[in-house]
């Protein structure tokens, strides 16, 4: 009897799972290696998500299952012992500016720089800033990355436009320039 025990520890010890590859991250490369230590046994792995115009969530590549507190900031998927699973997330990289509101003029200042946006690879392109209805109460979303809230868009509380950098403030005069005219010869 005690035979057949060693015999059976044996064969199931030596026909064991092997251990599902997951990607995590070495330095600033993604790189495919076995689940080890406290997750030798994992069954998923994990990776982070795009959080529309904002980035990456904080979620690491790695080895193991989301919990119920990271839903939204984290993606899992079914390991295998060939191949990792939690691919290199896409993200789109594009740029809009930024405005703040200067009290002492009374009007939106647009940032010096553009700024970096972050969206799926299959998100729309949009940039957002203060329509002609905005004031210092109006809170600007995203730093000018993404579309403007609907009821926003149509209180003329924000302007949005789909091209890299399109924000800027010399795209409102080029609004404007037209519009003005076009009102003029109505006079």
Do not use: R
Not at 80 to 85: E, L, N, R, Y
Not at 93 to 115: I, M, P, Q, R
């Amino acid at each position: 009897m005690k035979l057949l025990l060693v015999f059976v520890t044996v064969i199931s010890s030596t026909y064991a799972a092997s251990p599902i590859m997951c990607n995590s991250m070495v330095g600033d490369k993604l790189t495919a290696a076995a689940c080890a230590g406290d997750q030798v046994n994992a069954t998923m792995c994990t990776s982070p998500v795009v959080i529309e115009y904002t980035g990456l969530s904080a979620q690491e590549y790695g080895c193991g299952n989301c919990s119920t507190a990271d839903k939204g900031t984290c993606a899992a998927c079914n390991g295998t012992a060939d191949a990792a699973c939690n691919t290199a997330v896409e993200v789109k990289t594009f740029h809009c500016f930024s405005y703040t509101f200067n009290t002492t003029a009374n009007k939106w200042d647009v940032s010096a720089a553009a700024g970096n946006c972050s969206a799926k690879a299959d998100t729309a392109l949009k940039c957002n800033k203060p329509g002609l209805s905005a004031n210092a109460t109006y809170l600007f979303p995203n730093s000018g990355c993404g579309p403007c809230d609907e009821s926003a868009l149509n209180a003329n509380l924000c302007l949005e436009c789909g091209k890299d950098k399109c924000n800027s403030a010399t795209t409102l005069s080029f609004f404007l320039a037209p519009l003005i005219a076009a009102l003029f010869s109505l006079m």
